[in-house]
């Protein structure tokens, strides 16, 4: 099966920051990639599907970017409403594994 | 407006089982592939099960294959997961989900609230 993995696993910025966060495949995925946003209690918010389409509604200061087995999560300015679990999955067949997390906070 | 809405979830014995639904409405339900995804208290999302818009095709993660069957019922709406054969580490909230583009199997744009799954003696 092929493993997904996120860097950093945590990290805090400030207000304002550009942030980056990072998937891996350890296989080619194409661009079956998406991208969700989860703060503490909630449900899981969907912000990037196809690697780099941004999801109906969310903000344009995130964004994603990738093909095969890198990717990208891009928050160009960190606001503190961002502050939460970000987990990417894949989707090109199964197992439609998602990432382990990075968790982001505000310094 | 698209409403997804898990029950079933409950406390259930080691070794025993439960059947979870999702009552679906707001979209086309037999058009769109529906998965189940849990969440173990204070962990991360694992992706549990996913089936096609006709239910002819089912997909299982390892660790629940052979005791847990995905189905659907698209006269009713309804998304099913029973779960047989429970163990300790199969406590978590249970979401159905929706894929935000017909045809694909994730990137999903609605999520339930979730069913709480209990398993403990």
């Known amino acids: 099966d092929i493993q997904m993995t996120q860097s950093p696993s945590s990290l805090s910025a400030s207000v304002g920051d550009r942030v980056t966060i990072t998937c891996r495949a350890s296989?080619?995925?194409?661009?079956?990639l998406a991208w969700y946003q989860q703060k503490p209690g909630k449900v899981p918010k969907l912000l990037i599907y196809?690697?780099?389409t941004l999801q109906s509604g969310v903000p344009s200061r995130f964004s994603g970017s990738g093909s095969g087995t890198d990717f990208t999560l891009t928050i160009s300015s960190l606001q503190p409403e961002d502050v939460a679990t970000y987990y990417c999955?894949?989707?090109?067949?199964?197992?439609?594994?998602f990432g382990p997390g990075t968790k982001v906070d505000i310094k | 407006e698209v409403q997804l809405l898990e029950s079933g979830g409950g406390l259930v014995q080691p070794g025993g089982s439960l059947r979870l639904s999702c009552a679906a409405s707001?979209?086309?339900?037999?058009?769109?592939?529906l998965s189940w995804v849990r969440q173990a208290p204070g962990k991360g999302l694992e992706w549990v099960s996913t089936?096609?818009?006709?239910?002819?095709?089912?997909y299982y993660a390892d660790s629940v294959k052979g005791r847990f069957t995905i189905s659907r019922d698209n006269s009713k709406n309804t998304l099913h997961l029973q779960m047989n054969s429970l163990r300790a580490d199969d406590t978590a909230l249970y979401y159905c989900a929706k894929p935000a583009v017909v045809g694909t199997i994730g990137g999903y744009d609605y999520w339930g609230q979730g069913t709480l799954v209990t398993v403990s003696s």
């Open positions: 707001g979209f086309t339900f037999s058009s769109f592939a």
């Open positions: 196809a690697a780099s």
């Open positions: 999955q894949k989707y090109n067949s199964a197992p439609f594994t």
């Open positions: 089936i096609s818009g006709g239910g002819g095709s089912t």
């Open positions: 296989q080619g995925i194409s661009n079956y």
